[in-house]
């Protein structure tokens, strides 16, 4: 998955966070490898993610690029709520890929 893929996917157009996009997309793709416990190769070893799995990664770069994990935010009496937690909908996009982890 390239920096292109991850901006087609989250619309982004223009340079501007391409060099944001290079850092984050590695970090993003090694938690899914983590949280998926498994790897995704194709039969010749090169990376080979899913769509939905590419969908999943995108959205991690995109929860990265907003505001330090605001959950929500409301003006009138100014309150905001601050999230560490990736979005529900991405682990359970990863959910459907991932292999169960035996100790």
């Known amino acids: 998955m390239t920096v292109d893929e991850v901006k087609a996917l989250l619309r982004i157009s223009g340079t501007q966070h391409d060099s944001y996009l290079s850092v984050i997309l590695p970090m993003a793709k090694e938690f899914v490898t983590t949280y998926c416990n498994r790897e995704f190769k194709d039969d010749q070893g090169a990376e080979s993610f899913p769509d939905g799995v590419k969908i999943a990664i995108a959205k991690i770069c995109e929860f990265h690029m ?4 605001v959950q ?5 009496r100014h309150s905001v709520t601050y999230s560490n937690e990736y979005p529900s909908e991405i682990k359970t996009i990863l959910n459907n890929y991932r292999r169960p982890k035996f100790v």
């Open 66 to 69: 907003k505001q330090s994990g």
């Open 72 to 76: 929500s935010e409301t003006l009138a």
